[in-house]
């Protein structure tokens, strides 16, 4: 049984005959299509939603951004600096003494209704999402972004972000998918009384100045695009499916087969098959994600540094990348993932493997005999969550913990029982919006970010706030360093292995690059 490809290939060509989704059939030939196979889709596509899963890079390869992450060089093992970027709506830049950021927009940029892009859309799109997405708030607040007047429009096509104090990460957050650009004529022509901001509109509409307008939405199974005739340059693809699939096998032989474009969240196995199969490329690309075991502190023996602790020295990350990713993934030896460009003043003491320290550990802090823990993990996050989670708890028995095992089906049900405290831990994989150690810590463990979902507290980390997101020249010295040992000592989450990014797709198709997201920018691809 294979991935039902066939309905997304006949629909596409349904819509383009028939004319769906706004205005005229696109320049491109109806004959390009890209049929991309996920392991997962979003259930809305409002970028100030907040979900689980695929939800970033989704809405990062749909968004229409100021600007875009620069890409690796090729064969690179590290993903570009955070800050080093290329220009995608706007096309230069220019970053003032106090911080802002004046940015040049594209001439000529029209969305698929026909509206031209101009400064008034970007003013619009920031406080839109700011007045409703708590996490953009929250990013937007470690740059230095302002929250009460974030853009001010300097002319038709130039406009002031409003930075106060200067950061190293305000142009970077620009590329993030929650800052961007909606047509804003589109979205009010689709407000109401009811529902003020498009909400409900815009969970199942496109309203960009991207290169893709939608032609269809089944939350979290299918998205069907159709390029936007008013693009700025030519289009690879005039037609794009993306369909959620969760086995890894099925996605895998449909592309094979030549029954779909490219694929990826392979299990090892299926990559190592894939690497060898005439007629398609598999890739392996520097990526952010982290796969995590996120222990819950309301669980009263992970109240314990001494118990988590534990809990890490009894896992073996190496054979678990070794056995469960078949030399796929490498072990996690650090809170943030290696392909971040190094800080200075180095690492804190890589996580070790021993199983004797663990049991004194744990006899230490009154469990000389073990305890019982459910932990949870979803196989729709990823196509190894339920070995991975099978080999962490055999592993955890060799110190008297004895973990029971439950998969859910989707991440939204596992976020939800992580935010209920209904299992005592969760396998989950954790991406950075922007590849930075000291933004990655600040968003991922200061007291009240959205991204803490484990509720992690610590007053010495939090205090570094202010010198982790200001420029090194003002910022505390050192504080970095210091912010990285008080995470890798407290194990707020206890990461297990850095995960690349994989792309499976017919040999012919190129443009692939490397990404915080994990995004695939459909409209780079070509083949």
């Keep these: 049984m294979r991935a039902s490809t066939g309905p997304v290939v006949a629909l596409i060509a349904a819509c383009a005959l028939a004319g769906c989704g706004a205005g005229s059939p696109p320049r491109t030939p109806s004959n390009a299509e890209f049929i991309d196979l996920v392991a997962a889709l979003p259930r809305s596509l409002d970028p100030a939603d907040a979900q689980a899963g695929a939800f970033a890079a989704v809405e990062t390869s749909l968004a229409g951004t100021l600007v875009r992450p620069a890409a690796p060089a090729p064969g690179s093992s590290t993903l570009a600096p955070a800050g080093r970027m290329t220009g995608f709506l706007a096309t230069s830049w220019r970053v003032l003494s106090g911080g802002d950021i004046v940015l040049a927009l594209r001439p000529g940029v029209r969305s698929a209704f026909g509206h031209t892009l101009s400064g008034a859309d970007v003013r619009f799109s920031f406080a ?105 340059r030519p289009l690879g693809f005039g037609l794009v499916a993306v369909e959620a699939f969760a086995s890894s096998a099925l996605r895998l032989a449909d592309v094979a087969a030549g029954e779909a474009s490219a694929t990826g969240a392979l299990s090892g196995s299926d990559f190592a098959i894939a690497a060898h199969t005439s007629g398609l490329r598999a890739l392996r690309l520097p990526s952010a994600t982290l796969s995590v075991l996120v222990p819950d502190e309301r669980f009263a023996p992970f109240a314990s540094v001494s118990v988590r602790r534990a809990l890490s020295l009894a896992i073996d990350r190496a054979a678990i990348a070794r056995d469960v990713f078949g ?201």
Aim: proline share 9%; hydrophobic share 50%; glycine share 10%.
């Design 327 to 527: 030399g796929f993934a490498k072990p996690a030896l650090e809170p943030v993932p290696s392909t971040f460009a190094p800080e200075p003043g180095g690492l804190p003491p890589p996580y070790a493997h021993d199983v004797d320290l663990a049991r004194r550990l744990l006899a230490r802090a009154g469990h000389a005999h073990g305890f019982t823990v459910a932990l949870a993990a979803s196989p729709a996050e990823s196509p190894q969550a339920a070995a991975e989670l099978a080999a962490i708890a055999a592993q955890l028995r060799a110190i008297g913990v004895h973990a029971g095992v439950r998969l859910v089906a989707s991440p939204a049900d596992l976020a939800a029982l992580e935010r209920s405290g209904s299992v005592a831990g969760v396998l989950e994989s954790v991406t950075a919006p922007v590849a930075s150690v000291a933004l990655t810590l600040a968003a991922s463990y200061l007291r009240g970010s959205p991204f803490n979902t484990e509720n992690y507290d610590d007053p010495a980390l939090d205090a570094l706030a202010g010198p982790l997101t200001r420029p090194p020249a003002t910022g505390a010295p050192g504080a970095v360093t210091r912010a990285l040992a008080i995470v890798a000592g407290t194990f707020p989450v206890i990461p297990l292995v850095e995960l690349p990014d994989q792309v499976v797709t017919r040999a012919a198709i190129g443009g692939y690059g490397a990404n915080p997201a994990g995004a695939v920018y459909f409209d780079r691809l070509g083949g």
């Design 128 to 232: 839109r999402e700011l007045a409703l997405s708590g996490t953009a708030r929250f990013l937007a607040g470690l740059a230095g972004i302002s929250l009460r007047d974030p853009v001010t429009v300097l002319g038709p096509l130039l406009v002031r972000v409003n930075v106060t104090p200067a950061s190293p990460f305000a142009l970077a957050l620009l590329g993030d998918f929650r800052f961007g650009v909606l047509d804003a004529a589109a979205v009010r022509a689709h407000a109401s009384a009811a529902d003020p901001r498009a909400r409900s509109w815009l969970a199942v509409h496109l309203a960009g100045y991207g290169a893709y307008d939608q032609l269809g939405f089944d939350p979290g199974s299918r998205l069907l695009l159709r390029a936007n005739r008013h693009f700025w």
